[in-house]
């Protein structure tokens, strides 16, 4: 099969390198909490971005 960019749309890839860092190697793009979660909700608000932490994952507190 025929890899034309399409499994992308189905797929999360990204990998957490160590602790609070990620890469995504489809976008060549990483860092930490704040920068997945300004990618996953397509904001820069960082007030909204954390609210979006707090509520997806309460357990997880983003250092600064």
């Keep these: 099969k025929v890899n034309d960019g399409s499994w992308r749309q189905k797929y999360v890839v990204y990998r957490m390198l160590t602790i609070n860092k990620w890469f995504d190697f489809g976008l060549g793009k990483g860092g930490n909490i704040l920068t997945l979660a300004s990618v ?6 960082v007030p909204y971005l954390l ?5 997806q994952a309460p357990h997880i507190c983003p250092n600064s």
């Design 51 to 55: 609210r979006q932490i707090e509520e």
């Design 40 to 45: 996953l909700y397509c904001s820069e608000s």
